[in-house]
């Protein structure tokens, strides 16, 4: 379930001139891994998160996941490949305001085609438990804090058990206490089978990873 990046290149238009974020970028993420990418601001991290799970794609190069090349999809397969294979945390985590936090858990189970349960419904309230958020279930996401929102859409992107959760600095702003929470369930996650791809600048982040990439020095480190 590994995933191959092969000469990655990402260019973009500023100000009329061409800015160049990643420039034939090779890597093999592996399967079963928690992996950090590092690097200072603007050298790309949330760029390639975006290109891996196929929110983006590469002016230049190929994405295979599975031996098969989704930089081929379209927008309506790239959508499926991202509902049935992946949890997905943006910086911006996009919770949907209509719904209870409990509700918005719930919907990922039903955009995954899994039926409602008991045990569902103990997931869900587990989960949230294990990120701080027992009690909190009932909530809209309005009467949240900014470090509760960010935990409640690493929980949804996590209860529907997809094969690879892709995070955008899932533990930024986070006090110690709830960064540990968070890199807790995300180890967790990855040996239950899982593969972990985050952007982090934290330190105690690069020290759960299984493979530390710092894409300032074009370098990949494994544990």
């Not at 975006?50 to 098969?68: H, Q």
């Not at 009690?135 to 929102?149: A, H, M, Q, R, T």
Request: charge should be negative.
């Amino acid at each position: 379930m590994e995933i191959r990046l092969e000469g990655i290149t990402k260019k973009y238009l500023r100000n009329k001139r061409e800015i160049s974020v990643l420039e034939n970028l090779n890597l093999t993420l592996p399967d079963g891994k928690l992996i950090v990418l590092s690097g200072d601001s603007g050298v790309g991290k949330s760029t390639l998160l975006n290109i891996i799970s196929g929110v983006s794609s590469p002016t230049k190069g190929k994405v295979f996941y599975r031996e098969e090349e989704i930089t081929d999809y379209d927008e309506e397969r790239l959508a499926d490949f991202r509902r049935e294979h992946l949890g997905i945390v943006t910086q911006n985590c996009e919770l949907i305001p209509y719904l209870t936090l409990y509700e918005n858990l719930e919907l990922s189970y039903e955009l995954n085609k899994q039926t409602k349960s008991e045990k569902m419904e103990k997931e869900i309230l587990n989960v949230l438990a294990e990120l701080g958020l027992d009690n909190l279930e009932n909530e809209y996401p309005k009467s949240l804090s900014s470090g509760e929102i960010k935990r409640a859409a690493i929980a949804r992107s996590i209860i529907s058990k997809p094969e690879i959760v892709i995070m955008d600095e899932p533990t930024a702003n986070l006090d110690r206490k709830n960064v540990r929470r968070v890199l807790e369930v995300l180890r967790r996650f990855k040996e239950s089978g899982g593969m972990v791809i985050i952007s982090s600048h934290e330190g105690e982040a690069i020290d759960f990873a299984d493979v530390h990439i710092n894409l300032s020095e074009s370098k990949c480190i494994s544990a």
